[in-house]
């Protein structure tokens, strides 16, 4: 899986899956570890389809500030789990607030 500000791309022996954030219709979080999305296929069909990854909050967020910047997980700040930040700190990786990061990138 290849997860970039423009775009995801997941390929295993049987699938692959090429998500450029700009094309989606929508997407949103439904499970832990999972975003589920929907998008106008090459074919002109609409497709839904979901992608369970322990990057589905990073996944979330790039293409929520890409694509749908009013989205209200986003602006609610409801796209990580509560702890994160704790768990970030307990891993000796502690990071500023998460949510603050999102609300900082909207303001420029």
Same mark, same amino acid.
């Given at each position: #899986? *290849?997860?970039?500000?423009?775009?995801?791309?997941?390929?295993?022996?049987t699938?692959?899956?090429?998500?450029?954030?700009r094309a989606l219709s929508a997407i949103e979080l439904v499970a832990p570890?999972?975003?589920?999305?929907?998008?106008?296929?090459?074919?002109?069909?609409?497709? #839904? *389809?979901?992608?369970?990854t322990p990057w589905a909050s990073l996944a979330?967020?790039?293409?929520?500030?890409?694509a749908f910047p009013a989205h209200p997980r986003l602006l609610s700040r409801g796209w990580l789990p509560s702890d994160f930040e704790q768990r970030c700190a307990l891993l000796g990786r502690p990071c500023r607030p998460a949510a603050q990061l999102t609300a900082e990138r909207r303001a420029h």
């Open positions: #899986m *290849t997860l970039t500000p423009r775009r995801l791309h997941f390929a295993n022996s699938c692959e899956l090429d998500l450029d954030w570890d999972t975003f589920q999305t929907s998008f106008i296929s090459t074919r002109g069909q609409q497709v #839904m *389809t979901r992608v369970h979330f967020v790039v293409a929520a500030i890409t």
